[in-house]
C-alpha cells in the first residue's frame, strides 16, 4: 500500500542520486509478537521515514508487498515512487533480531526506471 501525502509534499528522484540515497541508511522497530514481523504497511512507513531523515526530503511513497519475517538475513524489497512516476527499488534486509527488535539494512538500486509515457 502507497503512503499517502499532500500535494505540497513532493519526491523527486531526479534531484538525489540513486547511489547516494541509501548509503548506510538502516532501520529498528520493535513488533511485540513472539515471531518477530513487521506487517508490509509498518515497513512502508519506517523505510519512507528513514529516507525523508536520511535525505532531509519529504517523505516518498514506498510500497511493500508484503510482510517481512524477523529473520536475520531475511531480505525482501520495497519500490520508491517519485511524482514523477519514476520508479527505485528499494532492498531491506534484516541485520539483527533480539526478541521483538528487528534491525534492517534499507539499500537503493543504482539506477531508477524511466517515467511512464
Known amino acids: ?7 505540497a509534499t513532493r519526491w523527486s528522484l531526479s534531484a538525489v542520486g540513486a547511489g ?12 511485540g509478537k ?8 509498518e515497513l ?3 523505510v519512507s521515514g528513514k529516507l525523508a531523515r536520511t535525505t532531509g526530503r519529504p517523505k516518498p511513497d514506498i ?3 508484503e510482510d517481512l519475517a ?3 538475513g ?3 524489497r520495497c519500490e520508491l515512487t517519485a511524482d514523477d512516476g519514476s520508479t527505485l ?7 539483527s533480531v533480539e526478541g521483538e527488535q528487528i534491525d534492517f539494512g534499507i539499500e537503493a538500486d543504482e539506477t531508477a526506471s524511466p517515467t511512464p509515457g
Do not use: N
Not at 500500500?1 to 500535494?7: E, G, P, Q, V, Y
Not at 547516494?20 to 513488533?31: D, E, K, W, Y
Not at 513472539?34 to 504497511?41: G, Q, V, W, Y
Open 1 to 7: 500500500m502507497a503512503i499517502s501525502r499532500s500535494a
Open 20 to 31: 547516494v540515497l541509501l548509503a548506510g541508511c538502516s532501520a529498528s522497530v520493535s513488533v
Open 34 to 41: 513472539t515471531d518477530p514481523k513487521l506487517s508490509a504497511d
Open 44 to 46: 512502508a512507513t519506517t
Open 63 to 65: 510500497t511493500r508487498p
Open 70 to 72: 524477523g529473520k536475520v
Open 74 to 76: 531475511t531480505t525482501t
Open 89 to 95: 527499488g528499494v532492498t531491506v534486509t534484516v541485520t
